[in-house]
T-cell receptor
């Protein structure tokens, strides 16, 4: 079973609209990381969340960590074509000695 | 900017050949990882290392091997390449409980 579940797996939004991507862990989170990937390239680190209730922003992208729900959400405000790509969450979770990743969310921005 | 490098970026090779994918990082990170990723699909961990002389198999069964003789170097070797090995291979490194930094990836095609 997947230790990190991302939803949705695919998302198509019109330029200018807001959107949210969720990442839920089946176990206690020690650290949650968001990455973005362009097709055929490596992963670019966006931000790290470690404490319950923590919220971080990078340009128009905001991520929050809900420790009780063992969940993080990534929110993009007023989406732009440059936001298109695959977003992946990764985490240090209880019982795992390695970094685990969700399945990824493919985001398409339509003009 | 992350100081982790993968070579080559692209490789086309014939079936049965032995290949080594190189990964080097200059950040002094103890943890290093190899992931396999098909286009637009999720990351699959194939090998990881906690430090020099430590290597572990990941979640995805792989016919590859790795070595960690130096902190900065984590090469991946395929003794006999097959078309089923065609994929993108991503290397990453991290400290304990911090974000991982990824290389640009090696796109391998076995013909």
């Amino acid at each position: 079973s997947q230790e990190l579940e991302q939803s949705p797996q695919s998302l198509i939004v019109q330029e200018g609209k807001n959107l949210t991507i969720n990442c839920t862990s089946s176990k206690t989170l020690y650290g949650l990381y968001w990455y973005k990937q362009k097709y055929g390239e490596g992963l670019i680190f966006l931000m790290m969340l470690q404490k319950g209730g923590e919220e971080k922003s990078h340009e128009k992208i905001t991520a929050k960590l809900d420790e009780k729900k063992q969940q993080s959400s990534l929110h993009i405000t007023a989406s732009q074509p440059s936001h298109a790509g695959i977003y992946l969450c990764g985490a240090d979770i209880q019982g795992a000695q390695k970094l685990v990743f969700g399945q990824g969310t493919r985001l398409t921005i339509n003009p | 900017e992350a100081d982790i490098y993968q070579t080559p970026r692209y490789l086309v090779i014939g079936t049965g050949k032995k290949i080594t994918l190189e990964c080097s990082q200059t950040m002094g990170h103890d943890k290093m990882y190899w992931y396999q990723q098909d286009p637009g699909m999720e990351l699959h961990l194939i090998h990881y290392s906690y430090g020099v002389n430590s290597t572990e198999k990941g979640d995805l069964s792989s016919e590859s091997t790795v070595s960690r003789i130096r902190t900065e170097h984590f090469p991946l070797t395929l003794e006999s390449a097959r078309p089923s090995h065609t994929s993108q291979y991503l290397c990453a490194s991290s400290k304990q409980h911090t974000e991982a930094f990824f290389g640009q990836g090696t796109r391998l095609t076995v013909v």
